[in-house]
């Protein structure tokens, strides 16, 4: 199993209703191919989180990758994992200000390679603290 983190930019004509056009195919395909994970979605960008099967979550991710309701793309952290973090989540969904996607900006600015395990914990662990409270 894999989890897979990416950073996008939502279009400018981007709104509610496209958002749950979104969710709706994701829930349906999602628990098709055993993907869970969280759209987090505020101040003209995406994060997504997708973790199940490695293929399953590389296809997705290739699908998504095509999608023209946004742009510029940018895997942020992938990688091998024991357990999920959002089992409940076909695909949940949180609407966040500018500022929750703060640490995720400079996770991009140094994206990759250079992105530390801790510095992805923390953004993980901060998201969760969020969805608690959601
Ligand atoms: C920000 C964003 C997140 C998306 N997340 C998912 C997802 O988790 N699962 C999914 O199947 N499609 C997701 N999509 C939609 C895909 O890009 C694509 O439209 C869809 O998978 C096509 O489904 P279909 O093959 O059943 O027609 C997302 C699209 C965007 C713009």
């Not at 989180?49 to 290739?62: K, N």
Request: a neutral charge; charged letters at 25%; aromatic letters at 6%.
């Amino acid at each position: 199993m894999i989890r897979l983190l990416y950073c996008s930019q939502a279009k400018p004509d981007f709104n509610k209703d496209t958002l749950d056009e979104i969710l709706l195919t994701s829930r349906k395909n999602n628990s098709e191919a055993g993907i869970t994970g969280v759209l987090v979605h505020g101040g003209g960008m995406f994060m997504q989180v997708l973790e199940g099967p490695e293929q399953a979550v590389l296809r997705t991710y290739v699908k998504i990758l095509d999608d023209k309701r946004h742009t510029d793309s940018r895997i942020i952290h992938i990688t091998p994992v024991k357990e999920r973090l959002f089992s409940n989540w076909t695909m949940g969904v949180v609407e966040a200000g500018p500022l929750t996607f703060e640490h995720v900006a400079k996770l991009r600015a140094n994206r990759l390679e250079s992105v530390h395990a801790d510095a992805f914990s923390q953004v993980m662990r901060e998201f969760n603290a969020m969805l608690i409270k959601t």
